[in-house]
C-alpha cells in the first residue's frame, strides 16, 4: 500500500483528495494536515467522512510526514508551499502540489503573474506539469508534480488537438470561462457570500487572470510558437463545474464532423476525455466525476471553431487529476477510485 500525507486537508480540494483516497485500493491515507483544525477528526470538520475518515488532523510536521508517507499531496495556498515542498522533496518524497507554484518552465512568467518570489527556483526543473494527457511520459518518472489548474485544464484539453494539428489561427484565440464558487476555495471573503452570489454571475479578472499565462504555455508548446490568447473567467451560482466556450479561426473550411473525428483520435485512448458525436455538454454532465467533456460546432459564417468543454473543478480540476497523477507515478491503473460517473443531480 502507498502511504499518503495530506497536507491543507480541509479545504476543498484537500477534502476532495480524501474522499477519492478513502475508496482507492492502493493508498493508505497515513496524515492529514490542516493549520485552522488540527485536534479534531476530519470527521467533525466535514460530517460526510464520519465512518469513513474519523483520522485526527494534525499540524504539517515534514520529519513525521517522511516517517508515515510514501506521497504527499500539497493543498496548501500560492506562494506558502515553496518552503514546505522544498522540505518534503529534500526528504525523497513524492510531491503532488495543487497550487501554481510549480506548474511554470520560466520562473519569470511565474512571478510576473503571481506576484512573489519564488522561494526554490532549482525545483522548478525538476518538476513536471501534470496534464496527464499532454505529460503522461514525463509525469511517469518524476517526483514532483505541479498539478493543473482548474481553469486550464478544461481550457487546455478543449483546444489542444487544434493547435497540436495546425488547424487554426493562433493570433486570436478567445476563451469565455464560468466557473462554480467552490473554485475560490473555503475561505471566507464577501463576493462568496450566498446573497451575493446567487442568482447573479459577473466577470472577474478580466485580462489579468494567472491562467492565462499558464494554459498559454501549454498551448504555445502544442502549437510550436508563441500563444497568446483573450481569458475571460465568470462566477456563477453553482457550486462545482468549470465550463468553458473556445473560440478560434480555422485556417480552411471544415465541417463540424471532420473536426469531431481529428479529436476522436487525437483522444481516442484517453479514458477520461470524452468527445460529443453531437450535441454539447452541460456541467451536470461531469459534476463528481473526473471526465472533461468536449462537443464542437462550426460557424461557418465566420469560418470559427466553438469548442465547448466542462469539468468538476475540484475533480479533474484539482483532486482527480492528482490522484489520476498519483496512479501515473506508481503504475496504479490510471483510472483507480476515479472511474465513477457524475453526480448529474
Not at 6 to 34: C, N, Q
Not at 87 to 108: E, H, M, P, Q, T
Not at 155 to 174: D, Q, Y
Not at 291 to 301: A, E, L, P, Q, T
Amino acid at each position: 500500500m502507498v502511504r499518503v500525507g495530506i497536507l491543507g486537508a480541509t479545504g476543498y480540494a484537500g477534502a476532495e483528495l480524501v474522499r477519492l483516497l478513502s475508496s482507492h485500493k492502493h493508498t493508505e491515507i497515513t496524515m492529514l494536515a490542516s493549520k485552522s483544525y488540527a485536534g479534531q477528526k476530519m470527521s467533525e470538520v466535514y460530517p460526510s467522512m464520519v465512518g469513513v475518515c474519523d483520522m485526527v488532523l494534525e499540524e504539517a510536521d515534514i520529519d513525521k510526514a517522511a516517517e508515515k508517507c510514501d506521497v504527499v499531496f500539497t493543498a496548501l495556498p500560492h506562494g506558502v508551499s515553496h518552503e514546505v515542498i522544498s522540505a518534503l522533496y529534500a526528504k525523497g518524497l513524492k510531491v503532488i502540489d495543487l497550487s501554481g507554484d510549480f506548474r511554470y518552465n520560466d520562473i519569470k512568467v511565474y512571478e510576473e503573474w503571481y506576484k512573489v518570489e519564488h522561494a526554490c527556483p532549482e525545483l522548478l526543473a525538476e518538476s513536471v506539469y501534470g496534464l496527464c494527457e499532454l505529460h503522461r511520459d514525463e509525469i511517469k518518472k518524476a517526483r514532483l508534480i505541479g498539478n493543473p489548474g482548474c481553469y486550464t485544464t478544461c481550457s487546455i484539453l478543449g483546444l489542444a488537438p487544434l493547435l497540436a494539428k495546425g488547424l487554426v489561427e493562433t493570433k486570436n484565440i478567445i476563451i469565455d470561462a464560468k466557473s462554480g464558487v467552490t473554485g475560490a476555495g473555503r475561505g471566507l471573503a464577501i463576493d462568496y457570500h450566498f446573497c451575493e452570489c446567487t442568482e447573479s454571475m459577473k466577470a472577474y479578472k478580466v485580462a489579468t487572470h494567472r491562467h492565462t499565462s499558464e494554459i498559454e504555455q501549454e498551448l504555445s508548446l502544442l502549437a510550436g510558437e508563441d500563444i497568446v490568447l483573450s481569458f475571460t473567467p465568470h462566477l456563477v451560482p453553482m457550486k462545482r463545474g468549470i465550463f468553458a466556450t473556445e473560440y478560434a479561426n480555422l485556417k480552411q473550411p471544415m465541417e463540424a464532423e471532420e473536426l469531431i473525428a481529428i479529436y476522436k483520435e487525437f483522444y481516442k485512448d484517453e479514458h477520461f476525455v470524452r468527445v460529443y458525436e453531437k450535441g454539447l455538454p452541460e456541467s451536470n454532465h461531469v459534476a463528481g466525476s473526473n471526465f472533461v467533456d468536449i462537443g464542437i460546432s462550426v460557424d461557418k459564417r465566420l469560418n470559427r471553431v466553438i469548442v465547448v468543454s466542462a469539468i468538476d473543478n475540484l475533480v479533474k480540476g484539482a483532486a482527480g487529476q492528482a490522484v489520476q497523477n498519483m496512479n501515473i507515478m506508481f503504475g496504479f491503473e490510471e483510472g483507480e477510485g476515479l472511474s465513477h460517473p457524475g453526480f448529474y443531480m
